[in-house]
Every structure is written in C-alpha cells, then in structure tokens.
C-alpha cells in the first residue's frame, strides 16, 4: 500500500471554454426595389379542345330480327329408368327396442343420529327493512 496522501483533482464549477469572438463583417449589397412575388392563383377548369364527331356512310338496311318474346319453360328431360335388381333381405331386421324412461336405482338415505344439542336461546338476525 502506498503511504502518504493523494492528490484529488481540484473540485472546479463548470464553465464554458475560452473562444474567439464571432467578427460579422458588413457588406455592400442592398435589395433595390420591390420582391416579385407569386400571384395568388384562382382555380380555373382546364381548357379543353371541342369533341369533334365525324359522319360515316354506315346504314341499316332493312329491319333487325328481335329476341322474340318467350316464357320460360323447362327444357325437355328424359324421364327416369328405375332397374329392377336381384337384392332381396333375407329374414328380418333387428329393431332397437323402444325403451321407456324410468327412474334409475337409488341406494336408501342413511341418517345417522349425533350428540350435538343446542343449550339456551338463540339470537336470531333482526328484519330490516330494505332503504
């Protein structure tokens, strides 16, 4: 261990550090006149050129065929084969028995005797009424 005291570093207050003043020169130049400034604009629609729209040497001739005017009405469908086949059951089908509800077997309820006996009155909690 070394012997003898240290040297701390001295307990100095905050402070800027030295710097060089800010030198603003002047200078020659001078606005002359008034700012041109951007006119306020109005909203104005586009401008657009005229549709132009050329004749053309097509005519119908004749009269045009129309859809002619049906009610609706299924389509023609074949009617349904039924084939016969060579399955037959044999003997008859065994059916869930209908079952009717009845209550299930309970065991009898037990009640055994104690020794417990109340002594004296009991208090019972008052009737109030609802506020």
Sequence with gaps: ?????????PDGTWA??????????????????????????TWAPGERANVIKRDD??????????RPDGTW???????????DDNLQPEGEFAKRPDATWAPGERANVIKR???????????????????
């Design 16 to 41: 800027p550090g030295e710097r060089a003043n800010i030198v603003k020169r002047g200078d020659n130049l001078q606005p002359e006149g008034d700012f041109a400034k951007r006119p306020d604009a």
């Design 1 to 9: 261990h070394p012997e003898g005291e240290f040297t701390k570093r």
């Design 113 to 131: 005797d104690d020794n417990l006996h109340p002594e004296g009155e009991f208090t019972k909690r008052p009737d109030g009424t609802w506020a």
């Design 57 to 66: 040497n097509l005519h119908p001739e004749g009269e045009f065929t129309k």
């Design 73 to 83: 009405a299924p389509g023609e469908r074949a009617n349904v084969v039924r084939r």
